[in-house]
């Protein structure tokens, strides 16, 4: 079977807008099932530049898939190898919540794997 690693990441600023709103964090954590493929999930790792909690949710077609905690000044990795298969057509984004007014840099990298 062939399957072709993607991955979004990088680092990012952010500024809170709550912790019931999520935002996306940049256009380059929007990914696109391509046609004909399923997508799986393998880790998600990342980083938080903040003195206070954030959370950094995957989202799939608009409504919210994983949740992914990260403390201040802590980083958090998680595998997700073989969870789920996401059908071709479907959106994943990255997107954060953090309280009003919060503001700092956070570092984001979701495996995934075309099969």
Do not use: C
């Not at 993607?6 to 019931?20: N, S, T």
């Not at 696109?32 to 989202?59: C, H, K, M, W």
């Amino acid at each position: 079977m062939h399957s072709t690693p993607r991955f979004l990441q990088g680092i990012f600023p952010f500024e809170g807008q709550g912790v019931d709103k999520l935002v996306l964090l940049h256009e380059s954590l929007r990914y696109s099932v391509p046609a004909g493929i399923i997508t799986q999930p393998l880790y998600f790792r990342g980083g938080n530049t903040t003195d206070e909690l954030i959370t950094v949710v995957l989202v799939r077609d608009g409504a919210p898939m994983r949740y992914f905690p990260i403390g201040a000044r802590a980083g958090t990795h998680v595998a997700l190898a073989v969870v789920e298969d996401i059908e071709d057509g479907s959106v994943l984004e990255l997107q954060v919540a953090a309280r009003e007014g919060l503001s700092g840099t956070v570092v984001v990298d979701l495996g995934l794997v075309e099969v």
